[in-house]
T-cell receptor, first 112, second 115 residues
Framework: NAGVTQTPKFQVLKTGQSMTLQCAQD?????MSWYRQDPGMGLRLIHY???????DQGEVPNGYNVSRSTTEDFPLRLLSAAPSQTSVYFC???????????FGSGTRLTVV | AQSVAQPEDQVNVAEGNPLTVKCTYS??????LFWYVQYPNRGLQFLLK??????LVKGSYGFEAEFNKSQTSFHLKKPSALVSDSALYFC?????????????FGSGTRLSIRP
């Protein structure tokens, strides 16, 4: 199994540009989440989903949109990139409430 | 609101000695608790979880964690550290009595094992 696949692995954006970070899982997990990792701040939850068609905001949702049209895919959209969004982004999925996450390998985003 | 704290940015231990990485949490109800490990330039890997039952849970790579409800803590432990245990460790919590199904992570603790 591929697990959780994130693309791209690296991206440089100019301020104001938009882009979509892709996330796909092949484990039929209902729960999916997006986190950003910044030095000294750990992982902060951006958005999450408990199933196809259902999404909710996390701790730091501003500037990001998500949708969940299928169980497999959970893309994260940056609407208008800002330098404050420079970070490493991780997508994760889990089968249900009492289970641990399987993480993707991350996308390193730099906004200049 | 749920939160989790890892009070130590870094823990240094000699190989062969026991190690402890501390975690405290705050939830309005009962918690699900998790530990993850991150090696350089990698995603996080699940180590262990506490859902219910025995307060001492065992996980991958010889790690274990003790749930203490009165102290709202979930410290990660290992009896004998290995150099290969050097990594970044994250504690995470889910409030099972909350309608929001989100897991919140701590800021991480860097574990360094010296030979």
């Amino acid at each position: 199994n591929a697990g959780v696949t994130q693309t791209p692995k690296f991206q440089v954006l100019k301020t104001g540009q938009s882009m979509t970070l892709q996330c796909a899982q092949d484990m039929n997990h209902e729960y999916m989440s997006w986190y950003r990792q910044d030095p000294g701040m750990g992982l902060r939850l951006i958005h999450y989903s408990v199933g196809a068609g259902i999404t909710d905001q996390g701790e730091v949702p501003n500037g990001y949109n998500v949708s969940r049209s299928t169980t497999e895919d959970f893309p994260l959209r940056l609407l208008s990139a800002a330098p404050s969004q420079t970070s490493v982004y991780f997508c994760a999925s889990r089968p249900g409430q009492g289970y641990g996450y399987t993480f993707g390998s991350g996308t390193r985003l730099t906004v200049v | 609101a749920q939160s989790v704290a890892q009070p130590e940015d870094q823990v240094n231990v000699a190989e062969g000695n026991p190690l402890t990485v501390k975690c405290t949490y705050s939830v309005s109800g009962n918690p699900y608790l998790f530990w993850y490990v991150q090696y350089p330039n990698r995603g996080l890997q699940f180590l262990l979880k506490y859902i219910t039952g025995d307060n001492l849970v065992k996980g991958s790579y010889g790690f274990e964690a003790e749930f203490n409800k009165s102290q709202t803590s979930f410290h990660l432990k290992k009896p004998s550290a290995l150099v290969s245990d050097s990594a970044l460790y994250f504690c995470a919590v889910r409030d099972i009595d909350s309608s929001a199904s989100k897991i919140i992570f701590g800021s991480g603790t860097r574990l360094s094992i010296r030979p």
